[in-house]
């Protein structure tokens, strides 16, 4: 893993994403802070960084497909498509809707297909593990073999991930952040 990158990245996370102050999550929980990531994923000097150290936190796992359910995991797949085209390999990204398309092909998952691939579900930060647990269905009753599920950002998905059985691996938890 290229420290000067994951470093950087989290640099970004602290300075850009991190925003102190009592926040209602989308579980509904409540918090003293908030992290939006999509100012890092939506970034442009954030979001190549982010590319690159998913794909290196991730280098263990066997896959040829990324994504996630829309909007948090959009990014971070796009990201993680890019930094692998830099580094010549290919590696095809994926939507997951939140429900069916009611119109034209009706598909809940958008882009190449997933069926008999081995896919990542990607997310920008997860609390509860809702979101990337609702993507691992959706990807499994496509057809795809779910390698693990990673997040940018650990805030408390892990023990929902442990319970579902699927492997979970992120770039940094909140201790990382100075925020545990």
Known sequence: MNDDVRAALLRQIKDKAVVHGRVTLSSGAEADFYIDLRRITLDGESAPLAGQVMLDATAHLDYDAVGGLTLGADPVASSMLHAAAARGRHLDAFVVRKAGKAHGLQRRIEGPDVAGRRVLIVEDTSTTGNSPLTAVEAARQAGAEVVAV???????????????????????????????
Do not use: H, K, S
Not at 154 to 167: C, I, Q, S, T
């Open 150 to 180: 990673a997040t940018i950002v650990e805030r408390g998905a892990a023990p929902a991930m442990e319970r579902a059985g699927v492997p979970y691996v992120y770039a940094f938890d909140l201790d990382d952040l100075e925020l545990g």
